[in-house]
């Protein structure tokens, strides 16, 4: 039986101006809006969502929460990790650590880094001491660069739970 697991995802949204941003769950003030999504568009979330679901195998993020659902427009990251957790393929499973890195021109987003942190360890249920955001720039190139969109790619580790601790 399998003691830890590898996860890996990213997530892409274009700006859309009329939302407001969604990073990691928290609320982001930005000049240029929110992001396009169906749901709050939360890219990062969706990134470790889609990490999440890879590590056990059992494919991404539109498979479970598709954009052609009522049901999830507008949904928020928070209800979408938690629906995510609570699939029976997660019982006996912790997250051992996450590393996190967000390519975004703007907004600049190291004052948000640590409220970040506190967030997505909130909806993991983790000590935030597992959880590590980056900020990069695009450097002015391509479409992170020309503040068209902003990027988010996880990795993380997933390890089975002692007997005693389900």
């Given at each position: 039986m399998?003691?830890y697991?590898?996860?890996?995802?990213?997530?892409?949204?274009?700006?859309?101006?009329y939302?407001?941003?969604?990073?990691?769950?928290?609320?982001?003030?930005?000049?240029?809006?929110?992001l396009?999504?169906?749901s709050?568009?939360?890219?990062?979330?969706?990134a470790?969502?889609?990490?999440?679901?890879?590590?056990?195998?059992?494919g991404?993020?539109?498979?479970f929460?598709?954009?052609?659902?009522?049901e999830?427009?507008?949904a928020?990251?928070?209800?979408?990790?938690?629906?995510?957790?609570?699939?029976?393929?997660f019982?006996?499973?912790?997250?051992?650590?996450?590393?996190?890195?967000?390519?975004?021109?703007e907004?600049?987003?190291?004052?948000?880094?640590?409220?970040?942190?506190?967030?997505?360890?909130?909806?993991?249920k983790?000590?935030?001491?597992?959880?590590?955001?980056?900020?990069?720039?695009?450097?002015?190139?391509?479409?992170?660069?020309?503040?068209?969109?902003?990027?988010?790619?996880?990795?993380?580790?997933?390890?089975?739970?002692?007997?005693?601790?389900?």
């Amino acid at each position: 039986m399998d003691k830890y697991r590898i996860g890996y995802g990213t997530d892409l949204h274009r700006f859309a101006p009329y939302r407001p941003l969604y990073l990691c769950g928290c609320r982001i003030p930005c000049r240029l809006g929110g992001l396009l999504g169906h749901s709050d568009a939360d890219a990062p979330v969706h990134a470790v969502i889609d990490a999440l679901l890879g590590a056990l195998c059992l494919g991404d993020i539109g498979h479970f929460f598709p954009d052609t659902d009522p049901e999830f427009e507008n949904a928020s990251g928070e209800m979408l990790i938690s629906r995510t957790l609570a699939m029976p393929a997660f019982q006996g499973w912790e997250l051992a650590n996450l590393d996190m890195t967000i390519l975004a021109e703007e907004p600049k987003l190291a004052p948000h880094i640590q409220a970040m942190r506190e967030s997505l360890a909130g909806l993991l249920k983790t000590d935030v001491s597992r959880i590590s955001i980056k900020a990069k720039t695009g450097e002015g190139l391509g479409i992170v660069g020309r503040c068209e969109a902003i990027d988010a790619r996880v990795v993380l580790l997933l390890h089975r739970k002692e007997d005693g601790q389900n």
